[in-house]
């Protein structure tokens, strides 16, 4: 987005930054460093570096590099988490428009994911393994956004909830991996419809 001639200059990175506090800080670099570079390959000094702080400070905040990834990953599935908490908000007791609101909500960051990849599926390549902190975390969220998607699929009346938030998990986590790679052109718009037809499929006819 460009600025009008009337309005301030919007601050760049490093002004922005700047004002945070060192936590914060370092979360916005390790988050900038790992999307970029890969949670494997990005070491402490790195994100001390570019959060313009040492590694004795990070310390303070973060006992360990695994430390960090988790609070970092944390932080995304609360991002995922709330927008599932305000689509329930905005359509108390509709659950398709709750399971449409989640697909909307994925579509539109999907530019974001095809320019930085998703924190979930880039990290999950960097933790192999199956016991680290991290992993766990991501395993319990997608769990998580799964229980929640079979309830509004039932509040929908899809007539095998848990095979209707099987199938839309597979679109959304595949709407996402699309957008990355840049296999698919409209993602966002093909992801909305196909997650309607499952949802109209086997229900009983909606009326205006």
Known sequence: MTNSPSSPPRPGRDSRVARLPPRERILDAAEELFLREGVR??????????????????????????????????????????????????????????????????????PGIARRGCPFVNSIAGLPDPAHPARRLIENHKADQRRRLTAMCARAGAPAPDDASAEITFLLEGAQISAQNASVDRAGDRLVTAVSAVLDRGTPPRHA
């Open 41 to 110: 390959a990005v070491g402490v000094q790195a994100i001390a570096d570019r959060a313009n702080t040492t590694k004795m400070a990070l310390y303070r905040h973060f006992a360990t590099k695994d430390a960090l990834i988790e609070e970092w990953l944390r932080i995304v599935a609360v991002g995922y988490a709330t927008a599932f908490d305000r689509v329930e908000a905005e359509h108390p007791h509709d659950g398709r428009a709750q399971v449409l609101g989640v697909a909307r909500f994925i579509a539109e960051g999907l």
